[in-house]
């Protein structure tokens, strides 16, 4: 019987001790419980029995750890019974710690019964197995289950009680330890907790290749004790060779536990911050170096300081993208995290039939459970698809970005040739700066090379045009010497047609121009991409963009003209007469049948269909901004004394919120519009903010959200519509640093961990040490206990 719970330690499986080998240490068998045994909604789990005897003390700890399912935000629905609706009420969580909700059965259960209970006893199975939802003699069937101290509950609380107490256990009473080996243990634990968080917080692989005694490179996470332990007398006192056999810490196992601590006290805090607010789900999927699906979950609400944030909660692994599947996986996600969708008020995914079908769409299936989670493409997509679309449908300009994608290519190929193309730039550069032509100083005159376009990386065409133009010379030098000295005949003359397309007035023209286009387009990009962006910000800086474009269209001709003569004079470039007809390509002619004219060809075929193009796509993909949502959201723009303020509209933004506005609260918004309105043009305070984001912090800031609760509502309703989803882009980049080729075989649930507290530094930072270690000791039975400290909680940001 005594080998079903021990093992003997295997050779090398603790590489810091150096014991003798005669000397065979025991340690207890690891718990085999993981994150996938514990399920979230309690009318959805299996009886603690019908699990195997070996890991129901770890699955007990875990949902300890976890704490009762209390969906505080959920909209709980009601129910008919004896002819009045009835329904569960919040303020019972408060009343009774042991209280579980399942969202999918409405019906309540007992976290401590379902533990520990003995069905046979008195009691029942209706808090453990079947629910109970006989809503209105509520409160009296949850005293009577509490019944007296020889009740089923009473005794599943004791129980509950000893298993958190870990002194207590005959196993603690038994090793007597002494206020040193707790010291020691603490030492210990501190000092491995402590190397945990600096490898997470920097995204580093923990385990080495070969962890052996013998090994030079034990991985980082033994290297770094190592390290302290050179430096720390009093941690190389009680690690090491100097620690028992049986209590190291450095195991496989006991890293796990401490990623997974880390990473669950940085969703508390998150999840804390959140609180009962309404949020808006963030979603997208894209693939890890092991060719495995990963969802990354991001919710963006407005915190205490009316501060718009975006917090990411997690990967979790699909086995495929329809849009039921991924609905099932955001119910399990929400179950587990004791989130609701009845609090969720939008959803911001990428175009995607699976994510946004009309039909059968992700956004479609959520909508039918909750008709205030109102669907938003994402703007930075949609910017995004507007340029491809352009580029494509322009004959010259197509040619123009395949021209440039072959350049690209073409000097890119071998490390030499890019070698070469540095040297010649930075050869060109001295020049300058001998000559005065261009000026120096720090950050100045970096070291450059072309960046390799992309339809999927916003601003790569804009990138890799400016540093094309700016090292033009280096490039038609490195394109002339492949031309003659190229490896072979195909690659001289692939060099010389290259050279041949770039060499000529239309290819600098449309470079210019597109330079021009992309220039505005991508500093919209860039604002769309922000954590704190707010919607009615992104529409305003929308339609800047298209005033911008109709100037352009209207009034810059002549400058663009210029500049690009100017550059193809300085640089030996044949400038052709615009008034003479298009040679040599027939297809170039009116539609009356006479030749075309190059003043024809630049401004009408190239400058002007491309600028109405990219004006008809932005009027075809920002759909949105002529929705009835977003009209009213411009409402609440401060910009301009509030110069679009719409008392109505904004009543109608109401009604669309039905779940957050009632019937009383619309006439009492009324009265709150008028006197919000008064208030902020004739007050100085407010004069100056242009942004409703600023709008709220100060609101916030001077007490103005109290006085208008109704209206800052609305407020807050608008910030956390979402403009893009780059956050969910940024966690897959995270994703890239964090699994890596040589740590593909990386869990799912370890990815996870590891990236919310990578990805959440700030927050995960703000973590005392201690609070970590606590929720460490509670997560599995330990051979050793901490004396409690007072533990400091940092404040949600």
Same mark, same amino acid.
């Not at 770890?58 to 750890?65: D, P, Q, V």
């Not at 690009?564 to 008034?579: A, L, Q, R, Y």
């Not at 723009?637 to 957050?660: G, T």
């Given at each position: ?125 209706? &808090? ?54 707790? $010291? ?55 690690? @090491? ?109 990428? @175009? ?8 059968? @769409? ?34 010259? !300009? ?20 890019? $070698? ?8 060109? !550069? ?127 001709? $002549? ?7 100017? &550059? ?23 539609? @009356? ?16 269909? !491309? ?30 004394? &509030? ?10 933004? #109401? ?14 918004? $009324? ?24 709008? #709220? ?101």
């Amino acid at each position: 019987m005594i080998d079903k719970y021990f093992t003997k330690l295997p050779k090398n499986s603790e590489p810091l001790n150096s014991k003798p080998k005669e000397k065979v240490a025991f340690v207890e068998k690891e718990s085999l419980a993981s994150d996938d045994d514990i399920i979230g909604d309690p009318g959805l789990r299996k009886p603690i029995d019908s699990y195997p005897f070996e890991i129901r003390d770890s699955l007990r700890r875990r949902y300890l750890a976890k704490g009762p399912c209390q969906p505080v935000g959920h909209e709980f629905p009601f129910t008919l019974i004896r002819e009045k609706n009835r329904r569960f009420q919040v303020a019972w969580f408060k009343d009774y710690e042991w209280l579980e909700y399942s969202v999918s059965k409405d019906k309540a259960y007992c976290l401590y019964c379902y533990l520990f209970a003995n069905n046979n006893r008195s009691g029942g199975n209706v &808090f453990t197995e079947i629910g109970f939802n006989n809503w209105k003699d509520g409160r009296r069937a949850f005293v009577n289950h509490e019944g007296s101290p020889g009740s089923s509950h009473s005794g599943c609380r004791m129980k509950v009680g000893q298993y958190r107490n870990q002194r207590g256990n005959v196993n603690q009473l038994l090793a007597r330890q002494t206020a040193a080996m707790e $010291d020691d243990y603490r030492t210990r634990l501190s000092t491995v907790v402590s190397v945990a968080r600096i490898l997470l917080e920097e995204g580093l692989p923990f385990r080495g290749h070969d962890e052996s005694a013998e090994s030079l490179h034990q991985g980082n996470f033994l290297e770094h004790i190592s390290w302290v332990c050179k430096r720390e007398e009093n941690v190389n006192k009680v690690m @090491g060779k100097n620690a028992p056999g049986n209590n190291q810490l450095t195991s496989p196992t006991i890293q796990r536990d401490i990623i997974e601590c880390c990473a669950m006290e940085t969703r508390k805090i998150i999840l804390n911050e959140l609180g009962e607010k309404k949020f808006v789900l963030l979603v997208d999927e894209a693939r890890d170096c092991s060719v495995k699906e990963q969802m990354s979950l991001v919710l963006r609400f407005v915190n205490d300081k009316g501060m718009v944030l975006e917090r990411f909660l997690g990967l979790v692994h699909v086995n495929e993208t329809s849009a039921k599947v991924l609905k099932n996986v955001i119910d399990t996600f929400f179950a587990k995290h004791d989130l609701s969708l009845a609090k969720l008020r939008g959803q911001g995914y990428d @175009g995607a039939a699976n994510m946004s079908g009309e039909f059968n @769409g992700l956004k479609t299936l959520i909508l039918k459970e909750n008709k205030n989670a109102h669907y938003i493409h994402c703007f930075a997509h949609q910017l995004q698809l507007v340029v491809v679309t352009a580029s494509h449908e322009s004959e010259s !300009v197509g040619d123009f970005f395949e021209t440039l994608s072959m350049i690209v290519n073409t000097i890119g190929a071998s490390c030499k040739r890019k $070698d070469t193309l540095r040297e010649i730039h930075n050869e060109e !550069v001295l020049n300058q700066v001998e000559m005065g032509e261009i000026s120096t100083g720090r950050g100045q005159n970096q070291e450059i090379s072309l960046a390799r376009p992309g339809d999927t990386r916003w601003g790569s065409h804009y990138t890799t045009i400016v540093r094309l133009f700016d090292m033009w010379n280096s490039v038609e030098r490195v394109l002339l010497a492949i031309n003659k000295l190229g490896e072979s005949l195909k690659i001289r003359q692939s060099a010389g047609g290259v050279f041949d397309k770039m060499d000529c007035f239309q290819f600098v023209f449309i470079g210019k121009f597109m330079m021009k286009i992309l220039g505005i387009t991508n500093t919209l990009s860039k604002i769309l991409q922000a954590r704190d962006q707010n919607i009615g910000y992104a529409l305003n800086m929308i339609n800047v963009v298209k005033n911008k474009l109709q100037e352009l269209r209207e009034d810059d001709w $002549d400058n663009l003209l210029k500049e690009v003569t100017e &550059f193809c004079e300085g640089h030996s470039i044949d400038v052709p007469n615009m008034e003479n007809f298009v040679h040599g390509r027939s297809r170039k002619r009116l539609k @009356g049948g006479e030749p075309m004219t190059y003043l024809h060809h630049f401004r009408i075929d190239i400058f002007i269909k !491309v600028i109405d193009v990219i004006a008809m796509e932005m009027d075809k993909h920002f759909t949105e901004a002529n929705t009835e949502l977003l009209r009213c959201v411009m409402c609440l723009d401060p910009s301009n004394s &509030f110069a679009n303020f719409d008392h109505v509209r904004l009543l109608q933004l #109401a009604k669309l919120y039905s779940d957050d506005f009632s019937s009383t609260d619309i006439i009492e918004l $009324d009265h709150q519009l008028q006197n919000y309105i008064c208030d902020m043009r004739s007050n100085e305070i407010f004069s100056n903010i242009s942004n409703l984001g600023d709008l #709220a912090k100060k609101m916030v800031e001077i007490n103005y959200h109290t006085y208008f609760p109704l209206v800052y509502r609305l407020i807050e309703l608008a910030l956390i519509l979402p403009v893009g989803t780059a956050s969910v882009e940024r966690t897959f980049s995270a994703m890239n640093v964090v699994k890596t080729d040589l740590r593909n075989r990386l869990g799912d649930d370890l990815l996870s961990d590891c990236l919310v507290c990578y990805f959440e530094k700030e927050i995960f930072r703000s973590i005392d040490d201690e609070v970590i270690m606590q929720s460490f000791q509670n997560l599995a039975s330990r051979r050793n206990q901490l004396r409690p400290l007072k533990i400091r909680r940092p404040n949600p940001c």
